[in-house]
């Protein structure tokens, strides 16, 4: 069985961070960091122990901020100093983890270096510690990241920390360039908003722009999630900004560059590709269908944890070739009886003229953690290129 999330701050690797802090600094108070630091651990949930961590560094770390980031940056694992990636770019760690030096593997690195790059956020947003705290952020993500600390000094300070964040697009290490990225996303998964960018992501358009041909495909993937969070309250910007990138494209470019500006484009647009719309949809090829779609469905109701069977046949009423792109939605009941549409992706394919398909699914309402099922009448749509075609009523019984 899998461990528990929570367990990445258990007591023996607590216990090897405060050894290791007591290597970069011989006044540092294991007995107090540890009693501080693990107190009622069983009890805590990740977030609450990763911030207990930081209450332990705040009381055992010296009063002076600089003293204190020496010491933290000192106690960071050996990093090896070159790395060829997959795609032939030179950089400090792989995208598939932080590439510690096994010659000399002692040191922070992992989860553990999450709450030392909290303490920064928490003691070093200030104007004048602006710079040593970038420079501590600089190195702490190359062990781990720095996505969630860099982020109390985006809404803070975000003139100093933009113009920090595209120096450090460039930068040689691809963890510090996707942190220029990922940690400027306005939606960030586990982050705290930033309601700035979501009302103007004007600053992160230029930080994206600057990383969307980059040689990592680690980036281009931060650089993707980037816009399509921006896609969420910004629709037509996106659609725009896509085309946009679409259209610089020219035979001069590399054929794998041009692969993975496709791939990144029609990955950051994919919340609109979902919703149906028209022109973004139009930018890779799917215009309105004409075709005929039957729902088969022999299920009228289901127990929760069945799966779901149903089957499309599409029928292409024209002479030529189209390109479809098929979704289905579930329309989940919720607790005040009303249907909520959640899209799920299918099928893409190139239907010939005048031919017929049968596409077959199933869908599983097994119950998860991350979604709540409640009896009643549900219902599953097709969507074809945006469109909604067919639909059928069913019930989970109680």
Known sequence: MASLFKEEFNQARITKMSQELSNSWPDFNQTNFLTTATHNLEQLEMKARSNQIVDALTRCLPDDFAAAVTVLINALAVINPVHQDKNGATDEATSAGWNINQDNPHGLYGWLVMPCADYIAMH???????????HALHA?????????AIRPFIEAQPTSAYAQLLQWTKDPCQHVRRLASEGSRPRLPWG???NNVIIDPAPSI?????????????????????????AKDHPQLIT???????NELTPAHSPISIKHRHRLVKHACRTLIKQGEPKTLALFGFVPAHVEATLIVVQHSIQLGDTFEFTLS???TLDHEQSLLVDYVIWHQKSNGSLSPKVFKWKQLNLAKNSNIMLSKTHSFKAVTTRVYYPGEQRVSIQINGEEYASHTFHILK
């Open 124 to 134: 070093g947003n200030t104007v004048d510690n602006f710079a040593l705290s970038m």
């Open 140 to 148: 702490m993500t190359q062990r781990f990241t720095a996505e969630f």
């Open 192 to 194: 705290m908003r930033l």
């Open 206 to 230: 230029t930080l994206l722009t600057a990383l969307k041909d980059d040689p990592s495909a680690y980036v281009r993937l931060s650089v993707a999630n980037h816009l399509n969070d921006i």
């Open 240 to 246: 725009v900004i896509a085309k946009n990138w679409l």
């Open 314 to 316: 599409i029928t292409n």
